[in-house]
């Protein structure tokens, strides 16, 4: 088992930055890949970025291109996720979740952090 805890999240303003931690602690030896989502106001939970420790790998929804940065730490204890250039569209609830194995396995879920951008 792996649990997952964000923190960093808070209240910006547009055009501030913002660094998103997700501390992992367990059986984390086992973790292939790991990914942020957000879920907006009234919107489905959607995918941001990913981050794969077996090769660094990284990929971003079209959407935070260029403006958020997510990375990891080899000992597969923290992932990171550096947002800048926010803008109020970027207010949400952010969750960290990681899987085992292979891409596009979501085995464990933080309870996400909130992240508020005002105009």
């Known amino acids: 088992q792996v649990q997952l805890v964000e923190s960093g999240g808070g209240l910006v303003q547009t055009g501030g930055s913002l660094r998103l931690s997700c501390a992992a602690s367990?059986?984390?030896?086992?973790?292939?890949?790991a990914y942020w989502f957000r879920q907006r106001p009234g919107e489905e939970r959607e995918f941001v970025a990913a981050?794969?420790?077996?090769?660094?790998?990284?990929y971003y929804a079209d959407f935070v291109k260029g403006r958020f940065t997510i990375s990891g730490d080899n000992a597969k204890n923290m992932v990171y996720l550096q947002m800048n250039s926010l803008k109020p569209d970027d207010t949400g609830v952010y969750y960290c979740?990681?899987?085992?194995?292979?891409?596009?396995?979501?085995?464990?879920w933080g309870q996400g952090t909130q992240v508020t951008v005002s105009s």
């Open positions: 367990g059986r984390t030896d086992k973790l292939y890949a």
């Open positions: 979740t990681a899987g085992e194995e292979s891409l596009l396995r979501y085995d464990y």
């Open positions: 981050f794969t420790w077996s090769s660094g790998r990284t």
